[in-house]
């Protein structure tokens, strides 16, 4: 559906009551009852239904008696909702010609009061083109029932965190400025996709420059799953910037390694085929500037890259790092607490875990967890049930017991904030924040 933005300057904010009662109906709602979208909007004198009558000529909402007499959104209307609230928070002013369109979004320049042009990008998955969303996305986890609207949303929230970590670790994407419901402002990218290159003065750098990129995404514990000509971005100096994240995916997916070779085998073809490389000669070159081992045919080999640097795939709950991963880590960090002297037997787990009994107890000591001692007293001495069912048990016994347990706690709340795996953690009466 075309983008008519003339319709935005002369809705009123009736208008915008009732399209924000239809979409608060649309969360347990397919279709929602004309009734409901009444009682919601609380407009006086029943002008709810004349607005909607205007709503619907302008195609802002779809109305739907087939089971009972009901609206709901269309992707116009959801994007005048987005586009409004972006407006009123300052983000832009005016919206331009449309720049781009995919089989899952379009792309609007903006521009602020400043003059500075941005990027919108309003997702629209649910497209004849691409319609296998729950087969080929997560967005869903664990519901059965959804609707296009809620998916675009959904997908434009994880493309601007992955957006923001990316640029937070200096990769090359677009800066993230602002995301309301489906729609994701960014910094406009000052060059062309790479598949309408047609020459490149330098195409041996870029080539290692993209495989660089592919292999450093990995180390950082994620995935691109599109990593092509259609989402390189290339300006005239022929630096290089990627887009296009909501798929990213985890390097402990099921399927990491085959998403990771065909990032690769991607770029191989691409420049085979357009600027005639011998990929012979490229991979012997990029492997010479490069630290990751290689496989049998001298691309990049998923299996010898680091993938603990950075724990983006963690950190954003990429789609492949499940509880069981979380869990599997806090085992490991338990069995250094309990086991100190084993798991500091091995030069590799000393390589590992930069942290020691005496570092632990001198944090624990630093933060006054002690504390925990006159609360366990007083609980002990206040706490008469315990009297009257376990006379024979000696306080202090059970004091200690208590004592213990906690400290063992501490104990792994502070590894887990040395090895990165916790941003904070709470040690007795205060707060240890990771700096890095």
């Given amino acids: 559906m075309k983008l008519d933005v003339n319709v935005l300057r002369y809705l009123s904010k009736d208008d915008f009551r009732v399209l924000t009662a239809v979409e608060m109906g649309m969360r347990n709602h397919e279709?929602?009852?004309?009734?409901?979208?009444?009682?919601?909007?609380?407009?006086?004198?029943?002008?709810?239904?004349?607005?909607?009558?205007?709503?619907?000529?302008?195609?802002?909402?779809?109305?739907?008696?087939?089971?009972?007499?009901?609206?709901?959104?269309?992707?116009?209307?959801?994007?005048?909702?987005?586009?409004?609230?972006?407006?009123?928070?300052?983000?832009?002013?005016?919206?331009?010609?449309?720049?781009?369109?995919?089989?899952?979004?379009?792309?609007?320049?903006?521009?602020?009061?400043?003059?500075?042009?941005?990027?919108?990008?309003?997702?629209?998955?649910?497209?004849?083109?691409?319609?296998?969303?729950?087969?080929?996305?997560?967005?869903?986890?664990?519901?059965?029932?959804?609707?296009?609207?809620?998916?675009?949303?959904l997908a434009a929230f994880k493309e601007f965190a992955f957006m923001k970590a990316l640029q937070k670790h200096d990769f090359p994407v677009p800066e993230a400025v602002d995301c309301n419901r489906h729609c994701v402002v960014m910094s406009l990218v000052s060059g062309y996709p790479l598949v309408q290159v047609k020459q490149l003065q330098n195409p041996e750098n870029v080539f290692e420059t993209i495989v660089g990129l592919v292999v450093r995404l990995a180390e950082h514990g994620l995935i691109h799953c599109d990593f092509n000509e259609f989402n390189i971005?290339?300006?005239?100096?022929?630096?290089?910037?990627?887009?296009?994240?909501?798929?990213?995916?985890?390097?402990?997916?099921?399927?990491?390694?085959?998403?990771?070779?065909?990032?690769?085998?991607?770029?191989?073809?691409?420049?085979?085929?357009?600027?005639?490389?011998?990929?012979?000669?490229?991979?012997?070159?990029?492997?010479?500037?490069?630290?990751?081992?290689?496989?049998?045919?001298?691309?990049?080999?998923?299996?010898?890259?680091?993938?603990?640097?950075?724990?983006?795939?963690?950190?954003?709950?990429?789609?492949?790092?499940?509880?069981?991963?979380?869990?599997?880590?806090d085992k490991f960090i338990l069995d250094v607490v309990e086991n100190p002297d084993d798991s500091q037997s091995e030069d590799e787990t000393e390589d590992d875990v930069s942290i020691n009994d005496e570092q632990i107890d001198s944090l624990v000591e630093s933060s006054h967890s002690l504390h925990l001692t006159a609360e366990l007293n007083e609980t002990c001495h206040h706490n008469n049930d315990f009297e009257d069912k376990n006379n024979s048990v000696d306080c202090d016994s059970a004091q200690d017991q208590a004592l213990e347990s906690a400290l063992v706690k501490e104990k792994v709340s502070i590894i887990q904030l040395e090895l990165g795996t916790k941003k904070t953690c709470f040690i007795g009466s205060y707060y240890l924040y990771r700096l890095i």
């Fill in 31 to 153: 279709i929602v009852p004309a009734e409901l979208i009444d009682r919601i909007a609380s407009l006086k004198h029943g002008g709810t239904y004349k607005v909607l009558r205007n709503l619907l000529k302008n195609k802002l909402v779809h109305h739907d008696s087939s089971k009972y007499d009901g609206f709901r959104l269309t992707y116009l209307g959801y994007d005048f909702l987005a586009i409004k609230a972006l407006v009123n928070r300052g983000v832009f002013a005016a919206v331009g010609r449309q720049i781009g369109v995919g089989k899952e979004s379009d792309i609007f320049e903006v521009q602020t009061e400043d003059g500075k042009v941005l990027a919108i990008k309003l997702h629209r998955l649910g497209r004849v083109s691409f319609r296998a969303v729950k087969s080929k996305r997560d967005y869903l986890l664990h519901r059965s029932s959804y609707n296009w609207l809620y998916l675009s949303r």
């Fill in 233 to 329: 971005m290339i300006d005239d100096n022929e630096k290089v910037t990627m887009i296009d994240f909501p798929q990213m995916v985890s390097v402990s997916h099921e399927n990491a390694q085959m998403y990771f070779d065909r990032d690769v085998d991607c770029i191989h073809k691409f420049f085979s085929k357009r600027f005639h490389l011998s990929l012979e000669e490229m991979e012997d070159n990029q492997l010479d500037n490069s630290e990751v081992g290689a496989c049998e045919s001298g691309r990049p080999c998923f299996s010898s890259i680091a993938k603990e640097a950075g724990f983006l795939d963690k950190e954003l709950a990429a789609s492949g790092f499940a509880k069981k991963d979380q869990d599997e880590i």
